[in-house]
């Protein structure tokens, strides 16, 4: 299914099948533990830091390898899924400079700088946002760029790219889709902290440019009744709504589906939608969520990618660990194919874009990142894409299934 246009494409492909999983976001700055399977309890062994592969061209890896709880588990099974991606690949000329950041900023800037005296060209990682923004400060000072994970747009900037899941991604592409099927009012509910900033604000800007209306966008804290507070100043704008967004994941969705089914609200009534945190198996098995739409990945490659990781490591990955692969084998392809101007910006922002794990991505100029997503459907407490993502960025949206 994937295209491998001209030399800029990674050079894997995947088999296809349905996996459900939490995309990571920036609401606590935290990354989700290993993927639920047969194989997600078992443990996870610590490498050494030892660099990986022996190529000519260095590339530094930051990861928060001594980080407690899921940050380390994480950053151990993005390491993983590095070493994965080099052995996957035809003798690539690279060597993995492999630091850890601790977690912290100032470790961050302090692996960052090792790297890069030790010869790094280019620096992956790190994942939490305030790492991304120290470590860019010594990247940009040293012209070398930087592909970090977090999903936070406000630490992305020229030569500072995000490869993860950025969810203004996900409110465009539904948005867009909602539009084609008529959906043109809207009415939203994000929570009030960083990740509800970002989203009332891709709201506002991707309903203007396709034509949709916003009657409200309400905020809601964390008290109980802090959603149905939300729902009843969102009263007047129901009676012109046909598309409800409901940014937010599984903890906090059923409060605020169950406050607006308090004031007659409901699927049956009318359009719900999402973003990539609904797809969570605890969303998919709340009933009143049948007929809701999200947009997020088409799991098929990640399905793939979490076989052969645990035949090799005897674990499942975590969620972010397909965000490593990527990002080494884009580095590998593009070590093998672009010469000299391998990492420049121009290469680095080819408006093609790169196959990966996840779909087709690229980056911008601004150092953010645009995916190409499918819709998803939940159905009986499961979910089933009907629009598929589009595999490359000039297609045209696929015919519903």
């Not at 490869?163 to 939203?188: C, H, W, Y």
């Not at 008290?223 to 012109?240: E, H, I, M, Y």
């Not at 979910?383 to 589009?390: L, T």
Request: net charge neutral.
């Amino acid at each position: 299914m994937w295209t491998r246009r001209a030399a800029l494409t990674l050079p894997f492909g995947f088999a296809l099948s349905a996996c459900s999983s939490s995309l990571p976001s920036f609401m606590n700055d935290q990354p989700p533990g290993p993927q639920q399977g047969p194989a997600a309890n078992n443990q996870i062994e610590t490498q050494p830091l030892n660099n990986i592969g022996s190529g000519n061209v260095r590339v530094g890896l930051v990861l928060s390898l001594s980080g407690s709880g899921n940050a380390g588990i994480a950053a151990q099974s993005m390491r993983n899924a590095a070493e994965l991606a080099l052995s996957e690949f035809n003798t690539p000329n690279i060597q993995l400079i492999v630091k850890d950041d601790g977690g912290t900023a100032q470790g961050a800037r302090a692996a960052v700088e090792q790297a890069i005296a030790e010869g790094a060209e280019i620096i992956l990682g790190p994942l939490f946002s305030h790492a991304v923004a120290a470590a860019g400060q010594v990247t940009r000072m040293r012209s070398v760029p930087m592909i970090a994970f977090s999903t936070d747009s406000n630490v992305a900037a020229r030569g500072i790219y995000l490869l993860s899941f950025q969810p203004e991604n996900d409110i465009d592409r539904v948005i867009t889709f909602a539009a084609q099927r008529g959906k043109r009012s809207i009415t939203g509910f994000v929570p009030d902290n960083a990740y509800g900033n970002v989203v009332e604000a891709a709201i506002k800007q991707y309903a203007s440019s396709r034509g949709a209306k916003v009657n409200a966008v309400e905020r809601y804290g964390t008290g109980q009744s802090d959603p149905l507070s939300a729902v009843r100043r969102a009263q007047a704008a129901f009676r012109v709504t046909d598309l409800i967004i409901i940014a937010d994941g599984a903890d906090a969705t059923p409060r605020v589906l169950q406050a607006l089914n308090s004031v007659g609200v409901t699927p049956k009534r009318m359009q719900f939608a999402g973003t990539g945190l609904w797809e969570d198996q605890n969303v998919y098995a709340n009933r009143e969520m049948d007929g809701a739409w999200f947009a997020a990945p088409d799991n098929a490659g990640f399905t793939g990618f979490s076989q052969r990781y645990g035949t090799r490591f005897g674990a499942q990955p975590a969620r972010t660990a397909s965000l490593a692969y990527d990002a080494v084998s884009l580095v590998a392809q593009l070590v093998k194919t672009q010469g000299a101007r391998r990492f420049t910006e121009e290469v680095l922002t080819n408006r093609s874009g790169f196959a990966g794990v996840d779909g087709v991505f690229r980056f911008r100029n601004d150092g953010t990142c645009e995916r190409t997503l499918a819709i998803h459907e939940i159905r009986n407490g499961g979910s089933r894409v009907i629009q598929p993502a589009p595999n490359n960025f000039n297609a045209p949206q696929a015919a519903n299934n």
